[in-house]
Nanobody, 128 residues
Framework: QGKLVESGGGSVQTGGSLTLSCAVS????????IAWVRQAPGKEREGIAS????????YYADSVKGRFTISQDNAKRTIYLQMNNLKPEDAAHYYC?????????????????????WGQGTQVSVSS
């Protein structure tokens, strides 16, 4: 059992920035792959960034590479997603998801179906 709690969503204008947070309460924190997954209305879930907690290695989908940064604070067991230069197409419900992985290479698989732990999500709106 575990719990992920997201916060930090809101409404911004195109070009603006937001930082999302995910407080992680899992039986184990080390060796976990934690990702941000988003879903816009009428669209499939899209994994956009991941971080391997043991090494802090990160991976990004092309859609956000260069604009978003995922990071962690081990002491606080919190994952962050710094989102810069937001676009209208970034508007979605953003979820924090986690799954145990053997190594950082496995954490490059952003398929949402592979994550067993999910938060309730936080909404991000971007106006043009």
């Amino acid at each position: 059992q575990g719990k992920l709690v997201e916060s930090g969503g809101g409404s911004v204008q195109t070009g603006g920035s937001l930082t999302l947070s995910c407080a992680v309460s899992l039986q184990t924190y080390s060796g976990m792959c934690i990702a941000w997954v988003r879903q816009a209305p009428g669209k499939e879930r899209e994994g956009i960034a991941s971080i391997y907690t043991s090494s802090s290695d990160t991976y990004y989908a092309d859609s956000v590479k260069g604009r978003f940064t995922i990071s962690q604070d081990n002491a606080k067991r919190t994952i962050y997603l710094q989102m810069n230069n937001l676009k209208p197409e970034d508007a979605a419900h953003y979820y924090c998801a986690a799954d145990a992985r053997w190594n950082w290479a496995d954490c490059r698989n952003l398929d949402a179906a592979n994550f067993n732990y999910w938060g309730q999500g936080t909404q991000v709106s971007v106006s043009s």
